[in-house]
């Protein structure tokens, strides 16, 4: 039997997609070669969840700044949906500048709501690249949730108007009774605190100093309320400061902007690691079986890689499997024993080939199956 290699790459930001990347290295390759695009959980899970077989279903949902967009989530026929934050509130979703204060995750929240009426039975929720801090209020609302002022009154969007929140009424939140929510991510912030969301997030989605103490504010509410009317979590201290202990303090609840919060308060999530967890809904061990070599990579290999990305997960994997793997990217700055730690035994760069960064970028395609041609000559040859 012929033994094939296996393509599980994820994509290389601003150049090419997770599926472009694997065509393009199968295409340099010139033996049989599987494909399988992959994702961490943040931008690109549903176009990986795509590539292997789901379907797209793509409907009008609210943007970060309450605009109507197009966005997609992924399904299986055996009821799994694959949702991406980034899909309906991700900062590319901005029309212009970033608006830390009012950005909302409703979007989030009617994609997860379209699932659930199609009859998910488990929904997978990939946090990463959010425009919001809003605690994942608006992802609540759009099941039903309202968060009201004392007056009685709906908030309007955003992190910052969480700081007049009153009371938060569940009596319309869509019945999810039945459906298995996981959050993939490999953020582990609590969502409050000099660790939490508005502290370590909120400045990459434009927060000033000022404004990271208003959504500090604003979240340390949405906890203490949901601890004093829906016992999610332990004891308030002092009202002036509430600090809410349990699911606020858990890992992952501070990531996508505290949407973490909500899906472990309101849709009872569980928190999976996001590659780990992904690989196994594509079924990366299925196509591992037989291979003689797992080609993974991202645009660039560094210091992050190492902290559970694409690529160190699919090692991981593969490494299980008895396989050996090489990455391909943009650009490495990673050390021969960086690689090795890591289970990835060679990493082949397009500035490896092409020095000119802005060239790597625009020929990343073409450039990716030089690369993979000599991946072939050197590591598939026969008696190589």
């Not at 943040?42 to 943007?63: F, K, M, N, P, Q």
């Not at 609590?190 to 990459?204: D, E, F, K, T």
């Not at 090795?340 to 199956?369: F, H, Q, S, V």
Request: charged share 20%; net charge negative; proline share 6%.
């Amino acid at each position: 039997m012929v033994q094939h290699v296996l393509v599980a790459p994820d994509k290389f930001k601003g150049s090419l997609t997770a599926a472009e990347v694997a065509s393009h290295v199968a295409a340099g390759l010139g033996v049989p070669a599987v494909e399988l695009p992959v994702a961490d959980g943040g931008d690109g899970t549903v176009d990986a969840a795509v590539a292997s077989g789901y379907s797209r279903i793509t409907i009008e949902a609210t943007g970060p700044t309450g605009r109507p967009v197009s966005a997609s989530y992924a399904w299986h026929p055996t009821g799994t949906a694959v949702v991406e934050l980034a899909e309906a509130s991700g900062l590319r979703r901005l029309p212009g500048e970033r608006e830390p204060l009012t950005a909302t995750s409703r979007g989030t929240g009617d994609l997860i709501a379209d699932a659930v009426r199609r009859g998910a039975k488990r929904v997978v929720l990939g946090l990463g690249g959010s425009a919001c801090t809003d605690g994942g209020a608006g992802l609540a609302q759009a099941l039903g949730a309202r968060f009201l002022d004392a007056e009685g009154n709906d908030l309007p969007p955003g992190g910052a108007a969480l700081k007049n929140l009153d009371r938060i009424d569940m009596s319309g939140f869509l019945d999810i009774s039945g459906v298995e929510f996981v959050v993939a991510s490999d953020v582990d912030n609590p969502l409050l605190g000099p660790h939490g969301a508005a502290a370590v997030y909120g400045p990459q989605k434009g927060a000033t100093p000022e404004d990271v103490k208003t959504l500090e504010a604003g979240l340390a509410r949405l906890a203490a309320l949901a601890t004093a009317t829906h016992g999610l979590m332990g004891a308030v201290e002092h009202d002036d400061v509430p600090r809410a202990m349990g699911v606020a303090g858990a890992p992952g609840a501070g990531a996508a902007g505290g949407v973490g919060f909500a899906a472990l308060a309101f849709l009872h999530a569980e928190v999976r690691p996001g590659i780990d967890y992904l690989l196994d809904l594509l079924g990366f061990d299925a196509h591992a079986e037989g291979a003689r070599l797992v080609i993974t990579g991202e645009g660039s290999l560094d210091e992050q890689t190492l902290r559970g990305k694409a690529p160190a997960g699919v090692a991981r994997a593969a490494a299980r499997a008895g396989v050996p793997v090489v990455a391909v990217c943009g650009r490495s700055t990673l050390s021969e024993s960086d690689l090795k730690a890591a289970g990835i035994e060679a990493a082949y760069a397009l500035t490896d080939i092409e020095p000119d960064p802005a060239r790597c970028m625009a020929e990343a395609g073409p450039l990716l199956e030089r690369l993979a041609a000599r991946i072939a000559a050197e590591r598939l040859a026969e008696g190589a």
